[in-house]
């Protein structure tokens, strides 16, 4: 049964996709918005003309009304001088039906329809007002408006009321809205269509840089071209330049650093290999002498020795390089890993005569710590402990310090030999891979120094060098002994943790 990925990576973005989409949900969402505001706007425009055909109705109504005062100072009446044929006139819409009424000085129906009902507010003197009604189950629209009466204490404004059915409205409503909606229905997939293409047209210059870049043999780590890129594309382009470029200084470095190991490794291996075809020739010649025999067999064992710690360092240099490694770092107890690696060079120092001593704390007092990876701080005390008993004669010393800072700040590693020091020209040289301080006959790699370097960058340390001794001499011709060298490298120093009893405080 195949197992299943309960976390499966996320599905790759279309940008082509996602833009038509920012592009097209807004004009989807927009589109039905803009039917229902063309459909009010068609309202309001489609009631305008009847409204006023309405209202020159309802005031033509109100010209065959005339209030007759009464003699006795009491409310007067109301004539209407509205032939029927009038009436009829008003009812002769084959579409529409019209409804008049109006009311007496007293309140009174005077005539037309009942069933148009009174408003509750009824407007100041011939102001005309509009009003949405409904007469029968139909809607409709009312025009009405109050007239002046004969002044008499305790009347009421004769108001006069024309209502009339919706259908027309409707119809040029309709009419509106079919002239405005049909032509955006062959608009729309129109202009889909176009943003379609158009996007299409401007997402081409990133298809034709990615063809460029496709193209490319993957030895060529040359710059892209910025013009022949959109400007929004920019930014991208001179990051995938930043890009190329540190590839390129990355793949040169590392071409030359194989090409100078190759030719490091090429004079043990010439060797081992010349001593052993001479210790063959010497057998097939019937020579059996031991002497030569050892010396052949010595000169192998040397050779072999050169090529595997040329080997070692290799493999040492690329660990320090591992910019992944680098990442996963732990607390390091520097006193402790200085006593160790000194301990381990006891028996060469023996073997050469020199005296090789450690100085700093017995035990972690915790002022000593920092943090880094181990094995990469124990490999670099390691080259320097070995390139100070490489360069320092016999009845020389060689010392390891370990000192806190007293500030608090940092911890200071020093390895200190009596042998022929670095002149200050050759101080940074003397760090880069294979190089060799000049004047010297001692045999080594050239690493040692470049892996130090290396180590240090990475923990953030700084690294110096200077003489062991002043430099002097005792008379014209004679020089003083040799002034040795003096590394000192500083490591941030992680604060020290406080003590159970302060911390319970």
Do not use: C
């Amino acid at each position: 049964m195949p197992k299943i990925d309960p976390f499966p990576p996320p599905e790759q973005r279309s940008l082509f996709g996602e833009i038509l989409d920012w592009m097209l949900a807004p004009l989807l969402l927009l589109w039905p918005m803009s039917l229902a505001l063309t459909y009010a706007v068609a309202q309001n425009i489609a009631n305008r003309p009847y409204d006023r055909e309405l209202g020159d109705l309802a005031r033509t109504i109100a010209r065959q009304v005339s209030v007759e005062p009464s003699t006795d100072g009491s409310v007067g009446r109301l004539r209407l001088r509205l032939p029927d044929i009038a009436a009829d006139v008003l009812r002769s819409d084959d579409v529409d039906r019209v409804y008049f009424r109006v009311l007496g000085l007293r309140g009174e129906h005077v005539t037309g329809d009942r069933e148009l009902d009174v408003p509750e507010d009824r407007p100041p003197i011939d102001e005309l007002r509009f009003r949405d009604g409904e007469i029968a189950s139909q809607p409709v629209r009312i025009a009405y408006f109050s007239m002046r009466g004969s002044g008499a204490e305790g009347e009421v404004p004769p108001l006069v009321q024309v209502a009339e059915t919706l259908e027309k409205r409707s119809q040029l409503a309709t009419e509106i809205i079919k002239g405005v909606i049909i032509p955006q229905f062959v608009i729309l997939p129109v202009a889909v269509v176009l943003v379609w293409f158009a996007l299409a047209r401007g997402i081409r210059p990133l298809h034709e840089l990615q063809q460029r870049i496709r193209r490319r043999k993957s030895s060529d780590l040359s710059p892209i071209d910025e013009r022949q890129a959109p400007e929004e594309v920019g930014p991208l382009v001179r990051a995938i330049n930043d890009l190329l470029y540190r590839l390129d200084q990355s793949m040169a470095t590392q071409k030359h650093f194989l090409a100078d190991a190759a030719h490091q490794l090429k004079t043990p291996l010439a060797g081992l290999r010349m001593q052993a075809e001479l210790a063959q020739r010497e057998i097939d010649a019937g020579q059996q002498d031991p002497r030569a025999l050892k010396r052949s067999l010595q000169q192998i064992a040397r050779s072999s020795q050169r090529a595997a710690h040329m080997v070692n360092q290799l493999l040492s240099m690329a660990r320090a390089e591992d910019k992944e490694s680098a990442l996963r770092k732990q607390e390091v107890r520097l006193a402790r890993l200085a006593r160790e690696v000194v301990h381990d060079f006891v028996p060469k120092a023996l073997d050469k005569h020199i005296d090789l001593g450690y100085e700093g704390p017995e035990q972690d007092d915790g002022h000593s710590r920092l943090i880094g990876q181990p094995l990469l701080i124990r490999e670099l005390i390691r080259n320097l402990v070995d390139n100070a008993l490489q360069y320092t004669p016999a009845g020389g010393e060689a010392t390891v310090r370990v000192m806190p800072d007293p500030f608090g700040q940092v911890v200071v590693l020093q390895v200190e030999d009596s042998g022929p020091g670095i002149p200050e020209a050759e101080r940074d040289l003397v760090f880069q891979a294979f190089y060799r301080a000049l004047g010297t006959e001692v045999d080594g790699s050239g690493l040692g120094l470049a892996i130090v370097k290396e180590i240090a960058v990475q923990h953030g340390a700084t690294m110096t060098i200077t003489d062991a001794r002043a430099r002097s001499t005792t008379s014209a011709s004679t020089p003083s002994q040799s002034p040795g060298a003096l590394f000192t490298l500083r490591f941030p120093l992680r604060a020290p943790e406080p003590p159970a009893a302060a911390v319970a405080g």
